[in-house]
């Protein structure tokens, strides 16, 4: 089956600091890939859509200058949460499309939990 | 904006009991997908089912089962004899079928199972 990686898992940094988070397709080639952040006991809200070769497209009061995504390539989209601060402290899922075939399935990284102190 | 709703929060529940989960979804779409997750507590989503909207046939798989009632825009999820297992946080969602594609999740329901 398809799979998605995200890494690191767990991350914690200081306040001002930047993180880089990478979701990558394993076995499949995403030309699109979704940016997700899911705050403790609420439920995913789309951040972000990114096409490989293509500026992101940002979903409404989403920072673009904050949360820097980059697509560089078909199996690896990467986001950096610039200048973190606590209330950016989340867990950060990713998915990937499967755009072969016409299914556009999704599937889904495991997920990144930042810490922000 | 076209919501998924998932009215009930927490549902707690005694192991072997049935369980059902509500969602009910909104769509201008005439083609559009529906789909379960399931939520555990490491956090990584589970594919449970997807239903595309020309398909009402209900769906069982083991002890899960869908009741996709396009008439009043509900695709409800039934657990069969409940297990401690199954205690996770279940997402409905909804995606269509133009432009990104993108998924629509609802607030999800809180299954807690309890020995």
Same mark, same amino acid.
């Given at each position: 089956g398809a799979v998605v990686s995200q890494h690191p898992s767990r991350v914690i940094c200081k306040s001002g600091t930047s993180v880089k988070i990478e979701c990558r397709s394993l076995d499949f080639q995403a030309t699109t890939m979704f940016w997700y952040r899911q705050f403790p006991k609420q439920s995913l809200m789309l951040m972000a859509t990114s096409n490989e070769g293509s500026k992101a497209t940002y979903e409404q009061g989403v920072e673009k200058d904050k949360f820097l995504i980059n697509h560089? @390539?078909?199996?690896l989209s990467t986001l950096t949460v610039t200048?973190?601060?606590?209330?950016? @402290?989340s867990f950060y899922i990713c998915s990937a499309r499967d755009g072969t075939g016409g299914s556009y399935e999704q599937y889904f990284g495991p997920g990144t939990r930042l810490t922000v102190t | 904006a076209q919501k998924v709703t998932q009215a009930q929060t927490e549902i707690s529940v005694v192991e072997k009991e049935d369980v059902t989960l509500d969602c009910v979804y909104e769509t201008r779409d005439t083609t559009y997908y529906l789909f379960w997750y399931k939520q555990p507590p490491s956090g990584e989503l589970v594919f449970l089912i997807r239903r595309n909207s020309f398909d009402e046939q209900n769906e069982i798989s083991g002890r899960y089962s869908w009741n996709f009632q396009k008439s009043t825009s509900s695709f409800n999820f039934t657990i069969t004899a409940?297990?401690?297992?199954?205690s996770a946080v279940y997402f409905c969602a909804r995606r269509g079928n133009?432009?990104?594609q993108k998924l629509v999740f609802g607030t999800g329901t809180r299954l807690l199972v309890s020995p």
């Open positions: 560089a @390539s078909l199996t200048s973190a601060h606590p209330e950016d @402290s | 409940s297990q401690v297992v199954d133009t432009g990104f």
